[in-house]
């Protein structure tokens, strides 16, 4: 197996250019938006079928009362997460780890169920009626197979977006956030180290995840944790179902 | 604490709330039918036939529902055999392979039992009323009750899939497969109730029938209670708006043939059909509020 790869995006260097989405739909040759007028910049609304890239700009208040909102830009995408939700569920293993220790969605073997799309938690799948297909961050695999970085980290002009070695990747947020933090920007953190096993694609972020529309570490839970609670609810229920019919059909000699 | 959510719609709509409904009702009756002959006694034979029959052409109408809600239809297939090993794709922890392969099993049940109750009717050929003998045995009710099992399964498994997700109200209970199967089997109840009323060897069953529906009932509420009580601050998500109408209808499935049954003066003054009727649209009505609240 080849050397997990990762994306460390740091939002504090993200200047909302979207370069990165432009890059993805040129490789990926993904379909452009509809026109669409939003009370935003952000003009792309969510990552779907046709955004596999998606530059998301936060409104942040601040303390400083003749500024009392910022900007914050996160360029978001799937999270490649090492437990990974979708590919948990999904009952034709369309999708598959990778030799890069990505999720990869096999668009001959996607049958459109989107059992994936219910389950991932961060709302990055769509489902693309032309192909009858789950859509999704592909990591740039075809890039990635032939010792390329992926489209959207090499278009990035402020290096927001860093591809590399998920070890590295991980060493390097981690000094980053150290120095923000000796900078006075306490409330700089990563979003990934945990979540899901740890996610492939993961964020150095200066507020808490809700405001960027990520589940917090307690919010971060796999479909599974239902299984067996639902199957014991089916269980209970089957057991109960069955005195009531014996108590019912049971009855003799009371007919006319 | 519940979860909070940020994820996107599946977009299971029409198909999905239909193939909900015929999986719940076939699984449901099969059930019925099975409960009869191995509780009931030989006058209850003609309902336990007829639950039988009802339970095959729903199941049949099954697959093709589910086919026709695929994005690539052709590629049915791949929820049972692996496209690229040729193996078996099951995968025991996504209610989703599960229920493939349960239904493709109880499938072959449900087609057995339809076989032996058309055996057992008049005017059937040999071969035919020889296999119904064979289902008389012991064997035969082997096979039959662990047809039921599997019924029982395909009635339930759809809430367990729900649940096993990451959607807001779905994946925040764990009551929805047992929920949707006593609301399977009481309309599976009503439903062979009604169609006894054009059987009348089969109406001899009615009593029973309606008395294990009013258990199956009860069982639905508690359920629908458990249900609102996991759901906490989600709760205003299928109990706003539009929303309380499709409640109405299944309060109106769950309530008024329990009423009826306790004011015996109310069954002289309304149509012996409008219970069954009424628990079967409440049948649909919980299915619709669960499948496409959490997703408007
Ligand atoms: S972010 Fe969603 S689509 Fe991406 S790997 Fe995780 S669960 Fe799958």
């Not at chain 1, 972020?205 to 067996?228: F, H, I, M, Q, W």
């Not at chain 1, 269980?235 to 019912?248: H, Q």
């Not at chain 2, 055996?119 to 296999?131: H, K, N, Y």
């Not at chain 2, 439903?191 to 029938?209: F, H, I, N, Q």
């Amino acid at each position: 197996m080849a050397t997990p790869v990762g994306f460390f995006t740091d939002t504090t260097l993200c200047i909302g250019c979207k370069a990165c989405e432009v890059a993805c739909k040129e490789w990926n040759q993904l379909p452009d938006n509809p026109i669409q007028f939003r009370d935003s910049y952000d003009n792309t609304g969510q990552l779907d079928q046709r955004n596999f890239r998606h530059v998301r700009f936060v409104e942040q208040a601040t303390s400083n009362p003749d500024k009392p909102i910022a900007w914050s830009m996160m360029s978001d995408v799937c999270k490649h997460c090492a437990n990974a939700s979708c590919l948990e569920v999904c009952p034709t293993d369309a999708i598959i780890r990778t030799e890069f220790d990505t999720v990869y969605i096999q668009q001959d073997v996607c049958n459109g169920c989107r059992d994936c799309i219910a389950a991932c938690p961060y709302g990055v799948i769509g489902f693309d009626s032309q192909s009858g297909t789950a859509k999704k961050c592909t990591f740039c695999y075809d890039r990635l197979q032939n010792n390329k970085m992926p489209a959207c980290a090499q278009a990035c002009p402020t290096q927001s977006i860093k591809f590399g070695n998920l070890a590295d990747l991980r060493k390097m947020a981690a000094d980053r956030v150290q120095a923000l933090q000796a900078q006075g920007v306490t409330q700089a953190r990563i979003y990934g180290d945990t979540e899901y096993g740890g996610l492939h694609a993961f964020f150095l972020l200066t507020d808490k995840p809700e405001a960027y529309a990520l589940p917090n570490a307690e919010s971060a839970v796999l479909p599974g944790r239902n299984d067996v609670p639902g199957y014991l609810a089916v269980a209970v229920t089957s057991v109960l179902a069955a005195i009531g019919g014996l108590v019912a059909f049971r009855r003799r000699g009371e007919r006319a | 604490m519940l979860t909070e959510h940020f994820v996107a719609a599946p977009h299971w709509e029409w198909y999905i709330l239909a193939y909900f409904v015929a999986a719940g009702l076939s699984g449901g009756t099969y059930v019925i039918g099975t409960m009869l002959r191995l509780w009931g006694d030989a006058r209850d034979l003609p309902a336990s036939r007829l639950a039988f029959f009802i339970s095959w052409p729903l199941l049949l109408v099954c697959p093709i529902l589910l086919t026709l809600d695929l994005g690539q239809p052709t590629r049915f297939w791949h929820m049972l055999i692996d496209s690229r090993t040729a193996g078996l794709a099951f995968k025991s922890w996504s209610p989703m392979s599960v229920g493939a392969w349960a239904l493709l099993i109880y499938g072959i049940f449900s087609t057995v039992m339809f076989v032996v109750a058309l055996g057992e009717t008049r005017s059937t050929p040999a071969l035919l009323s020889r296999v119904s003998k064979v289902a008389g045995t012991l064997a035969g009710r082997v096979v039959m009750v662990v047809g039921a099992l599997f019924a029982l399964f395909v009635s339930a498994y759809t809430g367990v899939l729900l649940a096993v997700s990451n959607q807001p109200v779905w994946s925040d209970t764990w009551t929805l497969g047992g929920l949707f199967l006593a609301s399977g089997l009481s309309g599976a109840s009503a439903l062979v109730l009604l169609m006894s009323r054009r059987r009348p060897e089969a109406a001899e069953t009615d009593e029973k029938l309606l008395e294990a529906d009013r258990y199956f009932i009860i069982l639905e509420l508690v359920l629908i209670a458990l249900f609102f009580v996991t759901l906490g601050g989600v709760l205003s998500r299928v109990l706003s708006g539009g929303w309380l109408v499709l409640w109405l209808v299944v309060l109106a499935g769950t309530v008024v043939p329990l009423l009826v049954h306790w004011r015996p003066a109310w069954r002289q003054r309304i149509s012996r059909n409008l219970g069954p009727i009424l628990v079967l649209l409440g049948v649909l009505a919980l299915r619709a509020v669960v499948i496409f609240s959490p997703q408007s």
